[in-house]
T-cell receptor
Framework: EPEVTQTPSHQVTQMGQEVILRCVPI?????FYWYRQILGQKVEFLVS????????KSEIFDDQFSVERPDGSNFTLKIRSTKLEDSAMYFC???????????FGSGTRLTVV | AQSVTQPDIHITVSEGASLELRCNYS??????LFWYVQSPGQGLQLLLK??????LVQGIKGFEAEFKRSQSSFNLRKPSVHWSDAAEYFC??????????????FGKGTKLSVKP
């Protein structure tokens, strides 16, 4: 079964550093998403991406965040200057055209120290 | 405001017993409803979804859910729980427009423990 692949599975970074979280969506999917889950809290939408541009973003997704699809397979989330409160599990997801439902990756646990 | 409520934070059931996890939603448009399961350290796996049609939907691993518009509910059920079902379960609601799904709004999750 096709999977969404996320790397790394766990990343520790110093406060103020830039991090890039990487995702390889399912190959025939066209819509890409990032969600995050702070420990003990609900999963929250960050951003959706289609046709090489952001289609929707939440208020969490401020100027510190950016997304990019640098080639035909990768989808990245960059946090420019990490804060302690950015510590969370970040999930990438993708979906195809139509009512297929999302497929989520296994997540990257980001710890900011 | 759009929201999903899972009133039970933690449920413990005996193996072989039946299970019902509750989910209520508040959503302005026609809702598309999902249940996801998350095992420790794992990602979110789609159990089932409701888009339209038959209000009783079947999913993977023997789960089913029933959409009740009048009650704004989408409860998840399983007739006989297995130890491997121990995990956290998330209900989510979203929209569908322009040929794709919009963002999902998740509930806080219900953690299921299974007693031998």
């Amino acid at each position: 079964e096709p999977e969404v692949t996320q790397t790394p599975s766990h990343q520790v970074t110093q406060m103020g550093q830039e991090v890039i979280l990487r995702c390889v969506p399912i190959s025939n999917h066209l819509y890409f998403y990032w969600y995050r889950q702070i420990l003990g809290q609900k999963v929250e939408f960050l951003v959706s991406f289609y046709n090489n541009e952001i289609s929707e973003k939440s208020e969490i997704f401020d100027d510190q965040f950016s997304v990019e699809r640098p080639d035909g397979s990768n989808f990245t989330l960059k946090i420019r200057s990490t804060k302690l409160e950015d510590s969370a599990m970040y999930f990438c997801a993708s979906s195809r055209q139509g009512e297929g439902g999302y497929t989520f990756g296994s997540g990257t646990r980001l710890t900011v120290v | 405001a759009q929201s999903v409520t899972q009133p039970d934070i933690h449920i413990t059931v005996s193996e072989g017993a039946s299970l019902e996890l509750r989910c209520n939603y508040s959503y302005g448009a026609t809702p598309y409803l999902f249940w996801y399961v998350q095992s420790p350290g794992q990602g979110l796996q789609l159990l089932l979804k409701y888009f339209s049609g038959d209000t009783l939907v079947q999913g993977i691993k023997g789960f089913e859910a029933e959409f009740k518009r009048s009650q704004s509910s989408f409860n998840l059920r399983k007739p006989s729980v297995h130890w491997s079902d121990a995990a956290e379960y998330f209900c989510a609601v979203g929209a569908y427009y322009g040929g794709s799904q919009g963002n999902l709004i998740f509930g806080k999750g219900t953690k299921l423990s299974v007693k031998p």
